[in-house]
């Protein structure tokens, strides 16, 4: 059976001026225009090549190999933008991918790269881009362990840091102020599981140890003690999602952070809640 957004051998049917015409069965007819037509090519023959929909929408093949096809999560660069329609990609081939607005989770400027899936609408059989992952992604929870290594795609910038596919088939996120090098959309690199959150999102980080990951965090979480007259109400016993809210950080971190401030005698448990332990603060409050 042949399939649109991959590559199938098909058999050449019957040659025009235009080129041949390829057994697409259930599909019928295809058209693989001359200029990309080997030379030789006999009626009988069969021909690896690439269906999409062309211009004019009209089913059509290729030769050529695209950067990618349906199913494929890759990155693109935006070729062009129209605001009815949404962005134009750049997937190799004469006619670019449209990642439609409604598809897009940010903002996209010609010149752009943007990880997309490549997708097929049932509806109108066209192929199309998407920045909605997560619609596509398997649906089992993920059941790696906490310090476990995986292969990340960086995915693109938010607020809290850069969101990343794990393993080709999860979304993690790592925190902007657990960076200790810059990213970029579309890189592959070696990350390291923090924690796996209720929603079956992961939060990550690039350091094995963790050790730069608390430094930054513990000079946080005194900035922050300062600022609220030397005592905060959050402990290692607190929601996630109130970590989060406050230092963008995992309960992981959190918790490894506070544990080596309490070491460093320079904060006190108070369960619930901390405080500062440091004489400067003490004699300045006293004041």
């Known amino acids: ?106 903002p996209l400027y010609p010149g752009d790269d943007v990880v997309v899936y490549v997708a097929l609408d049932d509806r109108t059989d066209r192929l199309f881009a998407t920045m909605r992952l997560w619609l596509h992604l398997p649906d089992d929870t993920p059941t790696y362990d906490v310090g476990q290594p995986v292969d990340l795609l960086i995915l693109r910038q938010t607020e ?48 094995s140890s963790g050790r730069h990951r608390v430094s930054t965090l513990t000079e946080q979480i005194m900035e922050a003690l300062e600022k609220n007259g030397g005592k905060l109400e959050l402990d290692d016993d607190s929601p996630a999602d109130a970590i989060r809210m406050m230092f963008h950080a995992s309960k992981k971190a959190f918790k490894q952070a506070i544990g080596a401030l309490y070491r460093e005698h320079r904060i006190l448990l108070m369960k619930p809640g901390i405080q500062m332990a440091s004489k400067r603060f003490a004699s300045r409050r006293d004041h």
């Open 160 to 207: 809290l840091g850069w969101s990343a596919l794990v393993e080709g088939k999860h979304l993690g996120l790592l925190y902007h102020n657990q960076l200790h090098e810059p990213l970029r959309v579309g890189q592959r690199t070696r990350g390291y599981v923090d924690a796996i959150r209720p929603d079956g999102k992961i939060d990550l980080n690039l350091d």
């Open 1 to 106: 059976m042949a399939l649109l957004g991959e590559r199938n051998k098909l058999r050449v049917v019957r040659e025009t001026m235009h080129g041949v015409y390829l057994d697409a069965e259930e599909l019928g007819e295809v058209l693989l225009p001359r200029g990309e037509v080997p030379i030789g090519t006999n009626p009988g023959e069969e021909l690896d090549v690439f269906l999409y929909r062309d211009s004019d929408d009209r089913l059509i093949a290729t030769t050529a190999t695209p950067k990618a096809m349906l199913g494929d999560v890759v990155m693109l660069k935006v070729r062009d933008f129209d605001r009815r329609i949404g962005a134009f990609l750049d997937w190799g081939l004469r006619k670019d991918l449209l990642l439609p607005h409604r598809e897009q989770v940010c």
